[in-house]
């Protein structure tokens, strides 16, 4: 089977996986609504104002969006636009994995990015990382060790990527405890545990300093563009529910798991881009 899917064009087979990425999107959006509501993943979709079932030509990810111009066929109602986001976020990450990946690690980094995007939009809305999704990501991270050793046996490597994970996750518990939680929460320390174990020891060095680094920028953007905001008298930007300012709590999971993406995908190394923009 995987012969076949090498044999392929490589352009066809990531249109193909960018296909599948919104479906399983569009699944992931019912996953990130429903989980710990008591709601079962296998009803029906319905809008959220009116309660009417979706019509079967509502239900195509992406492209009902977009004919329904962002509102429901029935009421009217605006439908959230995190629902075409993650569709479109999750096709894109799906085809990455096809053209940056081994063959060998397709499914693996498919459930992967699949499980970080919930994480993600969970965080983002609830400021909670679920333990449920990270413990499926440790076990994702320990298949792959094994997939590693079977492909390549070397148990020191293996003995590197523990201490990474270790050191992932000392390096922001130690922040969330000397800080008592205010400046990141114990969550994501739980979080950076299975990233660093799959990204290894130089990874993990990257994805800390660009989770930092991504979190300043889109954070003081976020500022600046909120007292731009202000400034033409409205209160706040559109996504973000009060102002944002230094004082306030922002998640860091969607952060760390942007650089881990960054140095899982296209093996970002911060210590190269240190030496291109600050050459010797």
Known sequence: MLDALITVPLWYTALIAFGFGVIIGSFLNVVIYRFHTG???????????????????????????LTL???????????????????????????????????????????????????????????VIPNFFVGLLILLALLTTALDYWLLPDVIRIMWQLLAGALSYGFFASLWYFSKGRWIGYGDAKLALPLGYIVGLTGTFSMIVLSFWIGTV??????????????????????????????????????????????YLFTVDVLNLISYVLPA
Request: charge should be positive; include cysteine; glycine fraction near 6%.
């Open 69 to 127: 111009r962002g509102r429901c066929g029935t009421c009217s109602a605006a439908i959230p636009s995190r629902y075409f986001w993650v569709e479109l976020v999750t096709g894109v990450l799906f085809m990455l994995v096809i053209l940056m990946l081994s063959p060998w690690y397709w499914l693996f980094g498919a459930m992967i990015v699949s499980i970080l995007i919930i994480v993600a939009v969970y965080d983002l809305y609830h400021m």
């Open 218 to 263: 889109i954070s003081l953007g976020l500022i600046l563009g909120g007292w731009l905001y202000r400034k033409r008298g409205q209160s706040a930007l559109r996504f973000l529910t009060s102002p944002l300012t230094i004082k306030s709590e922002v998640p860091f999971a969607p952060f760390l798991i942007a650089a881990f993406l960054l140095v």
């Open 39 to 65: 709601k079962s993943l296998s009803g029906s979709s319905h809008c959220l104002s009116c309660q009417t079932d979706l019509r079967w030509y509502e239900l195509f990810p992406l492209l009902s969006y």
